[in-house]
């Protein structure tokens, strides 16, 4: 996008401005989450050999995140841990009293962390002795909670394992009363093909047939057969499909539409609810009672609304600071909402929801057609804009650092791009382990083949991880300059991050009225700005509050020279900044300070330092 009318602007501005100081009231501590998928985090065996085992490539145990990862962590600026994958799942790799899993229905040998197999167990993998695995995870929950660090799980709560059965609460197992002559019936966990079904009818067919140890089969479902996590309704998914998953129900027929208001309210009693909410709530109140403070919810607009206003109001009851944070998608066309469906789960009693767009429209920057310009309409209204977890990588995106994505400029690129992304809102900010020290995921690792993503299927270590880890030190002394620099610049910015004006404050953008100041930024023969530069006020907008302008060159190569950045005088205003000059002074990455008058700023601007490639500033304004 190159231009965007002032008036539409200003009045984007202050309905902005207007909606986020809603019922405001005592803000809490901004939530800084840290991602950490427990299988690579303390794993320090360097093998790394494709398709591995978990005696050729190791595992990382809850034993690993000792107190000196916590303390780095805290000291870091987070304030909470999302241990990722530490459900069970299912795996090729046996147990005693546990055998391995058909490998049909796995995907790599360590499996998938979003394919459970007991909602009331944690994978043995991670335990030093497997028989106390669950012991093990409660000393770290206590670990977490002395450092001052909430543990967040992940709850997956559209579909489990094929081979799903609790040893731990057998009585709540999915599937064991159901009636699987029918597709649908409200107290049915599962919804069951019928012979009409595409696909060619019975056994189910499954898509692995060619790899090593599988024949297609799964003796299980050889005579009925269960609908994927995705929705397929197939005798036969493709390697495409979530085919290691079978979809639960909460009581709603989806292939009769998106209509889910025939479910409970969130007032009914657990008797009169469909079966599977009460299992699901069980599996909430059980990690509460282990000391969990909150969840990842996967996929969580694919499970009805009704839903989560039952659940998400138990859970609180239970424990009130309960947190819920939602991966969703308003895109997906499985959402049950004709609505905004991230508005609904907010609206459901959801903390946070995913912001996927703002993060795709970043990187489409890079690689193309997007320009920086473009964020101003894809920036939400309303309550979403300040509840929003925003990040720059997760476990199902890409890494910054790979070579063949993000315009292949290395770890660089993950400081505008994070320092953008992080400084927008009020809402949660989350680094994925190894983020920190530009962990590039080159090459294969195994299932996934090599697809710019660090494995979730798989027994595998991270080289630039490891690193910092150090034999468990946590100390980074293996780390090369640019990484320890990198891994200092997140920990300045994440701390920034809970100042006022970004805790508190709320946001204007600045770029929309400098598309035609030529000063900002153009790259070549450009005849309007904002392709590469982009620029944005958060303030406490009261006086004598804290401001910041946010200022990020996007472009990998070009130092940006001689940038002013006019604001607008009714901006000024709102800050309510009324000193005849403004000190404008960077706190993330440079010593710079600078100086403008007011009464210039909207025409002339503040000048700035070059900024070279992939660059921040935070300049905080007295």
């Known amino acids: 996008m190159k231009a965007m009318h002032p008036r539409m602007i200003l009045l984007w501005f202050l309905a902005m401005a207007a909606v986020s100081c809603e019922g405001r009231g005592e803000d809490p501590e901004r939530v800084r989450i840290y991602q950490l998928m427990v299988r690579h985090f303390g794993n320090v065996n360097e093998t790394r050999t494709p398709n591995g085992t978990l005696e050729q490539n190791g595992c990382g145990k809850f034993a690993d995140i000792n107190d000196a990862a916590l303390v780095s962590l805290k000291e870091m600026g987070f304030t909470h841990l999302w241990l990722t994958g530490v459900l069970e799942q299912a795996s090729a790799t046996a147990y005693p009293g546990r055998p391995a899993d058909d490998p049909d229905i796995l995907k790599g040998k360590a ?19 497997p028989g106390k695995r669950l012991a093990e995870f409660r000393s770290l929950v206590r670990r977490c909670e002395r450092h001052g660090l909430r543990v967040l799980i992940d709850l997956v709560p559209n579909h489990v394992a094929r081979s ?27 919804y069951y093909l019928n012979g009409t079904d595409p696909g060619g009818g019975a056994p189910l067919k499954l898509p692995a047939a060619d790899q090593p140890g599988c024949d297609g089969l799964f003796e299980p479902e050889s005579d009925f057969g269960r609908v994927t996590g995705n929705n397929v309704r197939s005798w036969a998914p493709s390697i495409h499909d979530w085919y290691e998953t079978v979809k639960l129900n909460y009581g709603h027929d989806y292939s009769n539409g998106r209509d889910t208001s025939h479910l409970p309210g969130p007032d009914a009693s657990a008797k009169d609810v469909p079966d599977t909410w009460r299992k699901m709530d069980a599996v909430i109140d059980y990690w509460q009672q282990l000391g969990v403070d909150g969840f990842r919810v996967d996929m969580a607009h694919m499970v009805p609304l009704e839903f989560w206003r039952w659940a998400v109001q138990r859970a609180r009851d239970r424990k009130p600071d309960a947190y819920f944070m939602a991966e969703a998608y308003d895109n997906d066309p499985s959402k049950l909402t004709d609505g905004n469906v991230l508005d609904e789960l907010l609206a459901a009693g959801f903390d946070a929801v995913y912001d996927d767009p703002t993060y795709d429209l970043l990187m489409q920057v890079h690689e193309g057609p997007k320009w920086a310009n473009d964020l101003a309409a894809v920036a939400p209204e309303g309550k979403r804009f300040h509840a929003s977890v925003r990040y720059a990588e997760n476990h199902d995106e890409v890494r910054l650092a790979n070579p063949q994505r993000w315009g292949g400029l290395g770890m660089k690129v993950g400081k505008p791009v994070s320092a953008i992304l992080f400084g927008m809102g009020r809402g949660p900010l989350m680094v994925y382990n190894g983020q920190e020290v530009g962990e590039p995921a080159a090459g294969a690792e195994g299932f996934s083949g090599d697809d710019a993503r660090t494995t979730i299927f798989d027994y595998w270590s991270l080289p630039e991880l ?6 468990h030190r946590y100390d980074g002394a293996r780390l090369f300059p640019d990484q320890r620099d990198l891994r200092d610049w997140y920990s300045r910015l994440i701390h920034l991050c809970a100042e006022p004006a970004f805790a508190r404050g709320d946001f204007a953008p600045v770029s929309p009225a400098n598309g035609d100041n030529p000063d900002f930024g153009r790259v070549g023969d450009e005849t309007h700005s904002g392709h590469y530069l982009y620029a944005f006020l958060r303030s406490e ?4 509050g804290q401001s910041f302008l946010v200022v990020a ?13 006019r604001i607008p005088a009714d901006q000024i205003a709102w800050m309510q900044k009324s000193g005849a000059m403004l000190t404008f002074t960077d706190r993330l990455a440079t010593t ?10 909207p025409t002339q601007g503040v000048a700035l330092p070059d900024l070279p490639p992939c660059s921040a500033l935070y300049l905080e304004i007295e």
């Open 111 to 129: 499996g998938s962390p979003y394919a459970i197999k007991d909602y009331f167990d944690v994978s043995p993998d991670y335990a030093v002795d």
């Open 592 to 601: 710079w300070s600078g100086t403008a008058g007011t009464a210039f700023l």
């Open 164 to 190: 799903y059965d609790s040893d731990i609460l057998p009585g709540l197992s999915f599937g064991r009363d159901d009636d699987r002559g029918r597709f649908f019936t409200r107290d049915n966990n599962f």
């Open 466 to 471: 490891t690193k910092w880890t150090n034999e």
């Open 541 to 544: 907008a009261r006086a004598g």
């Open 553 to 565: 060159n996007l472009h990998g190569s070009a130092t940006l020279k001689g940038v002013k950045v």
